[in-house]
């Protein structure tokens, strides 16, 4: 009778850990949008979340920090007009946020170290050029001060945000709504699924379709599509069933997939996130109270099930921590920020090391084992559970150098045709955020912001006639103080 061999995996037992209480945003009215977004983005400095608001669109940011029962007028970014749909911060400046909106915008905002001390309304740039809502915003991984935007309209626009100008505007690659857009590790190529039952991989600048698949999954609901650092693509959807599915193609063989597997019958859309470090999927869906985890390797079936973390309360949205936010010293490698109906969550992922703590004892019979000891004396970085040596320092192999916050290349060199990996920093030392960088910004795009809010004293113009309008004003008082001291002359009589 031959035995099932288990695969090894330093990432089979990876549990999740929900934070305490206290170490939770409360207090939070999440958007009831039904858009599939996920509401929620997060870096070492902020999190921000898409929120209820009156009389326009609005979202919440909070320094990490800054758990427990919110204030009831914590101030807002309140700028648009109509309801937010999609937010995401620069992953070059941890204070700068890109928000797109159903009144057809997309802005961009600065936030001061330390958070907001009144509501924000004044954004740094108002990028316009869509014609209908946008349901999607998503920085270049590399290059700065580079976005994406999708809209209703069915384009892709790619801004360079220091000028406020959309440089390429990809119009008629998609005939439907786009459900998805996700770069390459790189930012050489895009991967988007699409209303048509079509997941296409396009280089960006020039809008080639380098591949194309139709009907990754039989169902009509929504699908939802990654690029791996491998170049292979990643999909969830639904079956003819409505079960769902989690697919891994090859795009030079998109005939069959390399491994599809049925989930349930939820009917939530999965939301993937992608970690390039780990080779971890992990699959999370609205209305979910699980958060479902995979590993891809090079070897069949290429695909592998780890586990499944659940808890009782559904899911509206969430977001995850970029790797040089997380805690190294717990061997935690992912944290996802859980989105309640009033609340925030952080749940840490964690691979579960023994460590040792310093010096003990081990039974004699273990002496020659552990390298001939006579007395059995322990010392640390030595498990007698596992007969290994087991450090409770940094581990190198579960955090090997990943995407630091300097941009590879500036929005100039990418345009122009130039592509180039993330800049790697190494978290053996942990990391620490820094102040607040400056972004840079073509004057010339605030002067109609400026000369319209009088801000800085406005144009020569504005400025004249502010001044005739003071004249007015003072002439209006002069009259009423005469007129009131007849009156009072008047009654003394």
């Not at 979202?59 to 807002?76: E, H, I, W, Y």
């Not at 309801?83 to 700068?96: G, Q, S």
Request: charged share 25%.
């Amino acid at each position: 009778m031959s035995r099932k061999v288990v695969r090894s995996s330093k990432f089979r037992h990876v549990f999740g850990q929900p934070a305490k209480a206290d170490q939770c945003y409360d207090d939070v009215r999440i958007s009831q949008t039904t858009w599939d977004s996920s509401f929620c983005s997060v870096n070492p400095k902020f999190l921000a979340m898409i929120v209820e608001a009156s009389g326009g669109g609005a979202f919440m940011v909070l320094p990490l920090a800054k758990t427990g029962r919110l204030d009831k007028s914590q101030p807002l970014v309140c700028g648009h007009t109509a309801p937010v749909l999609d937010i995401e911060w620069c992953p070059h400046n941890d204070n700068i946020i890109a928000s797109g909106s159903e009144d057809c915008t997309v802005m961009v905002w600065e936030v001061p170290d330390g958070g907001l001390v009144r509501p924000l309304t004044e954004p740094l740039v108002t990028l316009e050029g869509h014609s209908k809502r946008v349901g999607i915003v998503a920085w270049h991984p590399t290059a700065q001060n580079v976005l994406l935007s999708a809209g209703y309209d069915n384009a892709v626009l790619l801004w360079d945000v220091g000028s406020g100008q959309a440089l390429v505007e990809l119009r008629d690659l998609h005939p439907d709504t786009i459900y998805s857009v996700a770069w390459s590790r790189d930012g050489s190529r895009l991967c988007t699924s699409c209303r048509d039952r079509r997941v296409r991989v396009i280089e960006p600048r020039s809008g080639r379709v380098l591949a194309e698949k139709v009907n990754p999954h039989e169902g009509s609901r929504p699908v939802r599509a990654v690029l791996l650092d491998d170049g292979k693509i990643l999909t969830t959807g639904f079956s003819r069933m409505s079960e769902r599915q989690v697919a891994l193609w090859d795009p030079a063989h998109l005939e069959e997939p390399m491994n599809l597997q049925e989930l349930d019958t939820s009917s939530g859309v999965l939301l993937p996130h992608y970690d390039p470090d780990t080779s971890m999927v992990y699959l999370c869906g609205k209305g979910d109270s699980s958060i479902r985890y995979f590993e891809v390797t090079p070897e069949a079936p290429y695909l592998h099930f780890l586990s499944l973390f659940s808890s009782k309360e559904s899911q509206r949205g969430g977001g995850w921590m970029p790797k040089r936010g997380l805690d190294v010293s717990k061997c935690e490698i992912a944290r996802f920020y859980k989105l309640h109906e009033r609340r925030c969550e952080p749940i840490a992922m964690t691979v579960p090391r023994k460590v040792s703590w310093g010096w003990g004892w081990v039974p004699r019979r273990l002496g020659s084992i552990l390298g001939g000891e006579v007395l059995g004396v322990r010392t640390p970085g030595t498990n007698a559970g596992s007969l290994l040596p087991q450090s409770d320092l940094f581990q190198e192999d579960l955090y090997p150098d990943t995407a630091g916050p300097d941009p590879a290349l500036t929005a100039e060199e990418w345009f122009g045709g130039k592509d180039a990996g993330p800049l790697l920093i190494s978290l053996k030392d942990g990391y620490v955020p820094p102040k607040s960088r400056e972004f840079k910004v073509n004057k010339s795009i605030l002067e109609p912001r400026r000369s319209q809010t009088c801000s800085d004293g406005g144009s020569p113009g504005a400025l004249e006639k502010l001044t005739e309008d003071v004249r007015q004003l003072q002439a209006m008082v002069t009259e009423q103080e005469r007129r009131i001291a007849v009156l009072e002359a008047k009654a003394a009589k």
